[in-house]
């Protein structure tokens, strides 16, 4: 092999059921997989809970990455000797796509969101901490981990260089959404990729698609679209979530209120604390997580042993439409029912709202910016996309929101013990 900067002497190449084949021919690339922070993606799952539903979706954040890496380097290929391109930053744009989801954590979201950790921040800490993906990062020049964290967080100043990885038609995005796909079994997250990588032209902040492509951008569009109702907010999948979410809540409560348990959570002690090391962050995988939920079954807590017998063995809640906007007066007699039942309200009766913005573009004092797809006319002007298509106009700016009611069906069925009580909660479900 050569060093850091130059290329290995034979081509690496992974077999890839989407792809066909990803190719590494950097020794920069090779070095950065090899890392066990790297190699630990192998163990979280991409798509969470969603295996509940559809069985396929085993797929990892090893795979995705690895995938999304391809994808730059095909668009960087299409790039090359264009204007506006600077071929100095092509192993960065390449470190960067291949480390953009290196700090996910087990069962992302819901871990987050519990425990209030964040996988940006996560990714960063990897990049630029004391770590062996820091060490190869370092061989690149001492400022070049930072660099690659930057390109990450969009903020680096190369803005063309971020929207490889981070805009409204990105490799990331590209990616998940076909491997996605793939694994769950379904039709809708299938777009011409290959016509989108080859009208992409690289301009001064971003990258723009040759208006003879915008078709093709359509059919990507619509294909998030329909994953995202479709797949990643599937109702199952969500009643999944919850009762994740709810046992490493109960987890929380139970260490927080000094509960002695059988198997003591060690693994979960600096998060409770809030004082987690990158070496902690690193231990955590599923198949911990999963260990514990195993082992959990036959604590003497009720809550905790029936959560985690729910989630493994997948007797997961029912649900019913409710939006708590609507349906104010409903919310406190179902939560007081519930407490007169002997169901612990705060673990048995979940309202969970998902919503998205399948396209949209740049409103001058939103919080958050969303750069929108433009199109290089004939003539050489930028047109934003949805000035130009009737069907992406159709969905832009259009937020969709949906809220269910999540419940243990099998708890109110069994009649064995407030019955009435349980059958004034039926009515109220299911009038």
């Known amino acids: ?88 930053e092509r192993l960065l744009c390449l470190a960067a796509a291949l480390l953009h989801d290196v700090g996910h954590g087990p069962f992302s979201h819901s871990f987050e969101k519990v425990f209030n950790t964040d996988h940006e921040e996560w990714t960063r800490e990897i990049i ?3 770590t062996e993906i820091n060490e190869v990062l370092r061989k690149m020049g001492d400022d070049f981990p930072q660099k690659v964290a930057d390109v ?17 038609i990105d ?22 990729m290959e016509r989108i990588l080859r009208v992409m032209r690289p301009l001064e902040d971003q990258v723009v698609i040759k ?19 479709q797949v990643y907010f599937h109702p199952v999948t969500r009643s999944a979530e919850v009762i994740l979410s709810k046992i490493l809540w109960r987890t929380k409560h139970l260490y927080e209120t000094g509960y002695q348990f059988k198997q003591e959570p060690i693994h979960f002690y600096s998060l409770f604390n809030e004082n987690m090391s990158i070496e902690d962050y690193l231990r955590l995988d599923e198949a911990i997580i999963l260990y514990y939920f195993q082992i959990w079954q036959d604590e003497d807590d009720r809550i905790l042993s029936d959560l ?10 029912k649900y019913v439409e409710f939006n708590p906007n609507l349906q104010m007066k409903e919310w406190p007699v179902l939560y007081q029912l519930f407490h007169e039942a002997g169901i612990n309200p705060e673990y048995y009766l979940v309202v969970d709202s998902s919503s998205d913005l399948p396209y949209d573009f740049y409103r001058p004092g939103e919080e958050e910016e969303r750069l929108p797809i433009h199109l290089q006319m004939p003539n050489g002007k930028i047109r934003e996309l949805s000035r130009e298509s009737e069907v992406v106009e159709a969905i832009s700016g259009k937020k969709r929101t949906d809220h269910k009611l999540y419940f243990p069906f099998d708890v109110l069925e069994d009649e064995t013990e407030n019955a009435t009580i349980k059958q004034k909660i039926k009515d109220i479900l299911f009038k």
């Open 1 to 88: 092999m050569q060093n850091i900067n130059g290329q290995l002497s034979e081509e690496k190449v992974f077999k890839d059921p989407v792809h066909r084949y990803i190719h590494v021919r950097d020794t920069l690339i090779w070095e950065l997989i090899g890392t066990r922070e790297f190699q630990r993606l192998r163990r979280i799952r991409q798509l969470g809970t969603t295996f509940f539903t559809f069985h396929g979706a085993e797929h990892s954040r090893f795979n995705h990455s690895l995938g999304v890496y391809e994808i730059t380097r095909r668009i960087i290929e299409v790039f090359q000797g264009r204007p506006h391109w600077d071929n100095n």
């Open 128 to 130: 630029i901490g004391k």
């Open 152 to 168: 990450i967080e969009k903020t680096y100043n190369n803005k063309l260089v971020v929207s490889l990885i981070s805009s409204q």
């Open 171 to 192: 490799a990331d995005r590209m990616d998940y959404l076909q491997r996605d796909a793939y694994f769950t079994g379904v039709s809708y997250g299938h777009f011409d």
């Open 211 to 229: 208006q003879s492509g915008m078709h093709a951008v359509e059919d990507y569009i619509m294909s998030r679209y329909q994953m995202y109702w």
């Open 308 to 317: 985690c017998g729910r989630f493994l063995n997948r007797r997961l809640f």
